[in-house]
């Protein structure tokens, strides 16, 4: 009885420390628990407080990067995301398959920023009051006897820009005036803005119409040791290296419009930490400008828009088209020789041409009515006939290895382009056999894509959503984070060198220190 006895105290005293331990063990990990959660609620807290001080330091950066490619009206996105393709697709679709492939939290964030989806971001543009003799000036423009502004009133009717081939180089004239305009007109295609104190600014805007100055006073009068070109040019590099904005960042956020190749020939070895405005690289040193700096921008088109084109495949009778001039120098020489081998093809039209004597009117019929159009290396690597085949929607054949091409980083030209290399071009029967080979279903695709996009080369006024002048403006804000960067990084060892009286609002070019 007493083995018994003892035997179930045994047991009992066995199941208390059980429980016991069961019971710490349980009060241990909820109290770890509890510590955890806390922990984690101070982390939210101070990242929150983080990203509330960093959205501000970094905001033209994001502002830059949402500021390209968003259309509010047609319910159209540009989507540089997908492997640098642009997307041009229903915005609902894109959200619903971006928001499907993302975790949670990422979502949750996503609500958090799009939450005020009305709210467009723009670039915040400071423009020099230049005197008109740098632009409306060269149109003839002059302000009214006693006025003292050198702009016009562009609300009722904007100085004439005048036609021919100085309009495919006309980009400045559009841009000034969507600046002007941001002021003057209202509007809800807004990518830029003018803002009169320039430390508020992304870019500072140098309105000097430089191609039109080149194609109208680039020669010598009699009694003249210098061009009007030239003295112009002088007169705007000590102009603009004099201002307070210049040496606040060496030039490095500077905007300057140099798109006919010889513009600016002389002041662009001096302007040349700006972002120029170009055609393409072809006559620069890279050095001096290069696609990481500056933006390339299209040119104005000379033939009209192919509107309420219901053209098909079957209906251009035409293969292949080029009219221009054959024999150029430099990098052109691809045009003689592929004239000699498809002058013979029986539906490819290959023959001279010019801007003269109807040629405009010859070029849109024969785009019009052909499939694909030529677009081969000249003087330079890039000319308006690339533009007169998309607004004709005429699938571009672009043979020019140097080339480079408006918003390619958000645009994907392969879509409604054809590209061959130049030495494969001029193989004995390579080019012809290529494009007969592209059917007729490859090729309607195509065609429907150069429709899409042809409203991104379309130059007006006032601008419109997605046109060119709206795409140039949002290619400049997405180069804002690199003259950031240029311009931040040239200030580390600006105190060590300069000393702290200077201060930072005069920073060097390099070479010049």
């Known amino acids: 009885m007493g083995e018994k006895t003892v035997s179930a105290i045994k047991v009992a005293s066995m199941k208390s420390l059980c429980c016991f331990f069961s019971m710490t063990t349980l009060l241990f990990i909820l109290s770890w628990l509890f510590v955890l959660r806390s922990t984690r609620s101070e982390g939210i807290s101070i990242s929150s407080t983080a990203h509330d001080s960093n959205s501000n330091l970094f905001s033209s950066i994001n502002d830059s990067s949402s500021a390209s490619g968003h259309d509010d009206n047609n319910n159209q996105t540009v989507e540089p995301s997908f492997g640098n393709r642009a997307i041009l697709g229903n915005s609902e679709n894109i959200e619903a398959l971006t928001t499907k492939q993302m975790p949670q939290k990422e979502q949750e964030k996503k609500g958090v920023e799009c939450s005020n989806p009305g709210g467009r971001v723009v670039l915040k543009v400071f423009m020099y009051d230049l005197p008109s003799d740098f632009h409306f000036g060269l149109l003839d423009w002059k302000p009214e006897e006693g006025n003292n502004n050198v702009w016009p009133d562009i609300t009722t009717k904007p100085p004439h820009y005048p036609g021919g081939l100085n309009l495919q180089h006309s980009i400045e004239y559009w841009l000034t005036l969507d600046i002007l305009a941001s002021e003057q007109l209202p509007s809800n295609a807004k990518t830029a803005v003018r803002v009169r104190n320039s430390s508020e600014a992304d870019v500072v805007f140098v309105p000097f119409f430089s191609s039109l100055c080149y194609n109208r006073y680039s020669r010598n009068s009699p009694h003249e040791k210098k061009s009007r070109n030239k003295l112009l040019q002088d007169m705007l590099v000590k102009y603009v290296t004099a201002q307070e904005e210049w040496k606040r960042s060496g030039g490095r956020d500077h905007v300057i419009l140099a798109h006919h190749p010889n513009s600016m020939l002389d002041a662009r070895m001096k302007l040349w930490p700006g972002t120029f405005i170009l055609s393409d690289f072809g006559r620069y040193p890279r050095n001096i400008a290069n696609v990481e700096k500056d933006v390339t921008a299209p040119y104005k088109h000379m033939i009209a828009p192919y509107d309420n084109d219901q053209s098909t495949f079957d209906s251009r009778p035409t293969l292949l088209y080029f009219q221009g001039a054959i024999y150029r120098k430099d990098g052109g020489h691809a045009r003689q020789e592929l004239f000699y081998l498809l002058k013979h093809e029986k539906d490819v039209h290959f023959s001279f041409g010019s801007a003269q004597k109807g040629g405009i009117k010859k070029s849109t019929k024969g785009m019009r009515s052909s499939k694909f159009c030529l677009n081969i290396a000249g003087d330079t690597p890039s000319s308006n006939r690339?533009?007169?085949?998309?607004?004709?929607?005429?699938?571009?054949?672009?043979?020019?290895?140097?080339?480079?091409?408006?918003?390619?980083?958000?645009?994907?030209?392969?879509?409604?382009?054809?590209?061959?290399?130049?030495?494969?071009?001029?193989?004995?029967?390579?080019?012809?056999?290529?494009?007969?080979?592209?059917?007729?279903?490859?090729?309607?695709?195509?065609?429907?894509?150069?429709?899409?996009?042809?409203?991104?080369?379309?130059?007006?006024?006032?601008?419109?959503?997605?046109?060119?002048?709206?795409?140039?403006?949002?290619?400049?804000?997405?180069?804002?984070?690199?003259?950031?960067?240029?311009?931040?990084?040239?200030?580390?060892?600006?105190?060590?060198?300069?000393?702290?009286?200077?201060?930072?609002?005069?920073?060097?070019?390099?070479?010049?220190?």
């Open 386 to 513: 690339l533009f007169d085949a998309i607004v004709s929607h005429c699938v571009p054949v672009i043979i020019s290895d140097e080339i480079e091409l408006p918003y390619e980083d958000v645009l994907d030209y392969s879509e409604f382009c054809i590209f061959v290399r130049t030495r494969d071009a001029l193989k004995k029967k390579y080019l012809i056999n290529f494009i007969r080979s592209i059917g007729k279903d490859e090729w309607t695709r195509m065609w429907h894509r150069l429709k899409e996009v042809q409203s991104f080369f379309e130059f007006q006024f006032p601008s419109q959503e997605s046109d060119a002048v709206q795409m140039i403006w949002e290619a400049i804000s997405r180069k804002v984070p690199f003259m950031n960067l240029k311009t931040n990084r040239s200030r580390r060892f600006f105190k060590s060198l300069y000393g702290q009286e200077k201060g930072p609002r005069s920073i060097p070019v390099p070479g010049e220190e």
